[in-house]
């Protein structure tokens, strides 16, 4: 009787062991089913033709997405300018002032931030910047982006520098070293492999975001480089595309996703590689 | 040669120590200003992010309170949304939302938490732990437009041929059911990432002591591993359940864009952030523009709540 409910419990426990074992494992099916279905979807419309050409009226063959490709390379440039230089600083500020009623609220400022629904970004820079301009521009786009760059920007800057040892700031405060080259000359360099790391992260979640770019750039077929004017984007030609009933535009969409799939999941390895080489913790 | 007269004067040690006081003393003068502006630029740039998320408050409210005013509590009761005839009942998307929310909720449960137990305890290192740890982190990070077309091109006909066995009257494929499961997909690293740092956080000792009673691997897991890391798996699923609410686009290509309360799961429908996705630009009224604002805002509050609640747990587990 007794080894009977030992067996029943080992048997219970192996049980579990493999259930969990092929719940964790059928995580991975959809991960792959997905990048295997893109890249075969995509990999056999991608040649130079495509990356050189504006896309084709409906019916025409061909066709490419140059105009969303230079859009996306603008708009991410404008917001990583924008976002870069504040989300540094407020990280240096949180990871000098630990305590202190600003900071607190700096704080969770930025975790309120983390967890805004893009959509409602969206909304912001229609209010902020499409409304007062008079009309859809690559640089509320940009400001839209940059507002969803700032919390991870400011969130790797505060926790790399929080993990330098205290020692080397004071070293360079007993040299005489005023504040700010302590900063920029001792802590940023020893540091930077992190904020890097969080640049890199930031850059590879506002290429894939679309939804803020819905009332902002909102699109153009045509290339264009005006910063002021409808701007196309990887993501909003996407989203357009797929939701078009037509094939021809259904195969720049394919091809259009893969090249983002690749470039977000290429980011992302770097940086792990990054953060694996100089031991950052994210 | 009256030009070289003061030359001599001015070389004497005394002389020159004097003008390089002076340089000096000039030189730390700037340096300090520099260092207050350099001071001031950081308290100006945190004071930036707090502005910045007050502002976002201030828009959205200023913005729906056309239709605050208008339309009251008809606006959350009301299921009928109507536009063209002026009439707002949300209703419907907050339906929208909160089941596509929760069902996806209900269904990555079982496999965020097996991959927190199974990187937590059962294999914390390892080649293939690594792999499904980066695996994992890669869901997290394919843009949401991609798992959107995906879902149309590889989910929906699957979903619309289930339908067709199921005996459905409109076997669509897009719908609720459909905008669930590449929402469970996709929030599955939030609850599994967070939980496995907090397994792995669980005592040695508190382990061996539940061996040392004689209790089973899943036992141990049972009664000493998930009591011990409650609040932390469920903080995970609170975060979990903040993307799933917010998330837009590939809700927005899968789930059928209709404004109709839905009468079943597989019926098509729409989200609070569908919505506005879809009529934002449409919206030529004020009323109307006025209405997907407050969604917005209902949208900001809901998501800003769960995610404090959720760091607040996860901010006493990691201090203690």
């Not at chain 2, 063209?84 to 965020?112: E, H, N, Q, R, W």
Request: with cysteine.
């Amino acid at each position: 009787m007794a080894v009977d409910n030992v067996r029943y419990r080992i048997g219970k426990s192996k049980g579990f062991r493999a259930l969990t074992f092929v719940f964790a494992i059928a995580c991975m099916v959809p991960l792959t089913a997905i990048l295997f279905f893109i890249i075969r979807a995509g990999i056999t419309r991608i040649n130079w033709h495509f990356l050189v050409n504006i896309p084709r009226p409906v019916g025409e063959k061909g066709g490419g997405i140059a105009n969303a490709l230079v859009g996306s390379v603008i708009i991410i440039a404008l917001a990583s300018v924008i976002a870069i230089p504040i989300g540094i600083l407020a990280g240096i500020y949180l990871s000098e002032n630990r305590t202190g009623r600003l900071a607190y609220w700096c704080r969770l400022a930025v975790d309120i931030l983390q967890g805004i629904p893009s959509i409602v970004i969206g909304i912001i820079a229609y209010f902020w910047l499409v409304k007062p301009l008079g009309g859809f521009s690559a640089l509320s786009g940009s400001a839209a982006l940059a507002i969803m760059m700032l919390p991870v920007i400011v969130r790797s800057t505060e926790e790399t520098l929080k993990m330098l040892p205290p020692s080397l700031k004071e070293a360079a405060f007993a040299l005489g070293m005023p504040f700010h080259r302590v900063v920029l000359k001792v802590i940023l360099p020893v540091g930077i492999s992190g904020i890097l790391s969080g640049i890199m992260l930031s850059i590879a979640r506002i290429t894939g975001e679309t939804a803020p770019l819905l009332f902002t750039a909102f699109g153009n077929p045509y290339l264009t480089a005006d910063i002021t004017a409808p701007m196309q984007s990887l993501p909003l030609l996407i989203f357009n595309y797929a939701t078009s009933p037509y094939n021809d535009w259904h195969d720049l969409a394919w091809g259009a996703s893969m090249i983002l799939l690749l470039w977000v999941l290429f980011l992302n390895i770097f940086t792990k590689l990054i953060s694996a080489k100089w031991k950052v913790q994210l | 040669m009256p030009t070289s007269l003061p030359a001599p004067a001015i070389s004497t040690p005394a002389v020159r120590d004097t003008v390089n006081i002076r340089r000096r003393i000039r030189r730390a003068f700037r340096q300090i200003r520099t260092e207050t502006v350099f001071k001031q630029a950081l308290v100006i740039s945190g004071l930036l992010l707090v502005i910045l998320v007050l502002g976002i408050l201030l828009t959205l409210i200023t913005q729906s309170v056309p239709s605050i005013r208008l339309l009251g509590f008809r606006f959350i009761w009301g299921s009928t949304w109507n536009p063209v005839k002026d009439v707002y009942g949300a209703f419907p998307f907050l339906l929208g939302t909160l089941l596509t929310s929760f069902l996806a909720l209900l269904i990555s449960i079982p496999f965020s938490m097996a991959i927190a137990i199974f990187l937590g305890d059962y294999y914390p290192t390892g080649w293939f732990a690594s792999l499904l740890k980066n695996a994992v982190e890669l869901i997290a990070a394919v843009p949401s437009v991609i798992y959107g077309f995906w879902g149309l091109a590889v989910l929906v006909p699957m979903v619309r041929g289930l339908e067709v066995r199921l005996g459905m009257q409109q076997p669509l494929g897009v719908g609720i059911f459909s905008a669930s499961l590449i929402l469970s997909i996709m929030i599955i690293p939030y609850a599994a990432s967070l939980g496995r740092s907090m397994i792995q956080m669980v005592p040695g000792h508190l382990k061996e002591a539940a061996y040392g009673l004689g209790a089973t691997r899943w036992e141990m897991i049972r009664h000493v591993v998930l009591p011990y890391t409650r609040s932390g798996l469920f903080a995970g699923i609170l975060l979990s359940l903040g993307r799933a609410l917010g998330e837009t686009m590939a809700v927005t290509m899968i789930i059928g864009n209709s404004s109709i309360l839905p009468k079943n799961l597989f019926a098509p429908g729409n989200t609070m952030a569908s919505v506005i996705a879809n009529e934002f630009t449409e919206a030529d009224k004020t009323v109307y523009l006025s209405a997907l604002i407050e969604l917005g805002l209902a949208l900001f509050l809901v998501t800003v709540v769960i995610n404090i609640i959720g760091k607040k747990i996860i901010d006493r587990l990691t201090n203690d």
